[in-house]
């Protein structure tokens, strides 16, 4: 198993930008996919970014692409997501997560993944 540790969230406005971090321990940080979800008030999680274990792959909502921009530090057990042009209907908790065995392919499904950070939150105000 692995653990993961969020951290950056807080208070930006409409137009900023944030730069989330996920830190991570344990099992060998290399060998999984990482993603990044989100989720609102009464709202169901959902997927905002996912990148391969070597980093060459990376996918994206939607709603964020060219926008948010997810990478990861295989040296140092690290996974950011570098959020810009931020909007009200951005703000939400934000969770790292982590799978060893999963699929890329398969990387917005959140119910699939092993191991979660606790959240952070991300609010942007209009």
């Known amino acids: 198993q692995v653990q993961l540790v969020e951290s950056g969230g807080g208070l930006v406005q409409a137009g900023g930008s944030l730069s989330l971090t996920c830190a991570t321990s344990?099992?060998?940080?290399?060998?999984?996919?990482m993603a990044w979800f989100r989720q609102a008030p009464g709202k169901e999680r959902e997927f905002v970014a996912g990148i391969s274990r070597t980093g060459k792959n990376t996918n994206y909502a939607d709603s964020v692409k060219g926008r948010f921009f997810i990478s990861r530090d295989n040296t140092n057990s690290a996974v950011y997501l570098q959020m810009n042009s931020l909007k009200p209907e951005d703000t939400a908790v934000y969770y790292c997560?982590?799978?060893?065995?999963?699929?890329?392919?398969?990387?917005?499904?959140?119910?699939?993944?092993?191991?979660w950070g606790q959240g952070t939150q991300v609010t942007v105000s209009s």
């Open positions: 344990g099992r060998s940080f290399s060998g999984g996919i």
């Open positions: 997560a982590a799978d060893a065995s999963l699929s890329f392919t398969r990387a917005t499904v959140a119910g699939l993944y092993d191991d």
